[in-house]
C-alpha cells in the first residue's frame, strides 16, 4: 500500500515568491494534516482536515497561507508571498478518522528554502 | 497550551545497551501519546500509540509507558542498535498533537 505522498521534495524560491505543495494521503484515511517543521523542532500543526473541512486551522498564517482539500482527497497548501522565515519543511499526514485520535501517517516532507 | 519536553536532546550510546528516553507534558488531560522516529531528511515513522488509558505499549524491543498524572511518559530501548540512531520525538494529545523537540540517538557500533 503506497503511502502518503508528497510533492515536490525539494523547494528553493526567492522572498516574495509564491509556492505550493501537494499532498496525496492514503487511500481511504479521512483525516489530513499539513504541519511545519522548524530545524531542530519537532512539527507544529498548521491545518487539520476531516474531509474536504478545515475543523482546525488555528495555527495557519490566514495573511499568507492558504490550504484546500478538494473532494476530501488531495490536499495543497500554498504560500504567497514567501518570507524567509517560511524555510522550514512542510509535513502532511492522514490518518482514518475514526473519533478518538489515532495513529498519523506522516509523508517524506517538502523541504523549502527561501532565498 | 499543550507544552512537551523532551530530555536530553542528544544521547549517545554504545551498542547493545539499553537506553530511556524521556517525554513530558503539561496538560494531562490527553487522548493519547504518541512516539515517532525520524531519519534524516525523512518524514516520521510511529513507533507506539498509548491510549491514555492504557499504562504501556510494547513493540519488539521497544516499551512506552504513561503516566498521565504526573505528565510523563517514557521510551525505553533494549538492547540498542546502531540501525537504531534517528531522532526520537514524542507526542501528545490526539487529533490536536503537540510534539517535543525530540531526542536526538546515537548508537555506536
Known amino acids: 500500500e503506497a503511502g502518503v505522498v508528497q510533492s515536490p521534495r525539494y523547494k528553493i524560491i526567492e522572498k516574495k515568491q509564491p509556492v505550493a505543495f501537494w499532498c496525496n494521503p492514503i487511500?481511504?484515511?479521512?483525516?489530513l494534516y499539513w504541519y511545519r517543521q522548524n530545524l531542530g523542532q519537532g512539527p507544529e500543526l498548521l491545518i487539520r482536515y476531516e474531509n474536504e473541512e478545515a475543523v482546525d486551522d488555528s495555527q495557519l498564517p490566514k495573511d499568507r497561507f492558504s490550504a484546500e482539500r478538494l473532494k476530501g482527497v488531495d490536499s495543497t497548501l500554498k504560500i504567497q508571498p514567501a518570507e524567509l522565515g517560511d524555510s522550514a519543511v512542510y509535513l502532511c499526514?492522514?490518518?482514518?478518522?475514526?473519533?478518538?485520535?489515532?495513529?498519523?501517517?506522516f509523508g517524506p516532507g517538502t523541504r523549502l528554502l527561501v532565498l | 497550551k499543550q507544552e512537551v519536553t523532551q530530555i536530553p536532546a542528544a544521547l549517545s550510546v554504545p551498542e547493545g545497551e539499553n537506553l530511556v528516553l524521556n517525554c513530558s507534558f503539561t496538560?494531562?488531560?490527553?487522548?493519547?501519546l504518541q512516539w515517532f522516529r525520524q531519519d534524516p531528511g525523512k518524514g516520521l515513522t510511529s513507533l507506539l500509540l498509548?491510549?491514555?488509558?492504557?499504562r504501556e505499549q510494547t513493540s519488539g524491543r521497544l516499551n512506552a509507558s504513561l503516566d498521565k498524572s504526573s505528565g510523563r511518559s517514557t521510551l525505553y530501548i533494549a538492547a540498542s542498535q546502531p540501525g537504531d540512531s534517528a531522532t526520537y520525538l514524542c507526542a501528545a494529545g490526539g487529533n490536536d498533537m503537540r510534539f517535543g523537540a525530540g531526542t536526538r540517538l546515537t548508537v555506536k557500533p
Open positions: 487511500s481511504g484515511h479521512n483525516t
Open positions: 498509548i491510549q491514555s488509558s492504557q
Open positions: 496538560d494531562s488531560a490527553i487522548y493519547n
Open positions: 499526514a492522514s490518518s482514518l478518522g475514526r473519533k478518538g485520535g489515532e495513529t498519523q501517517y
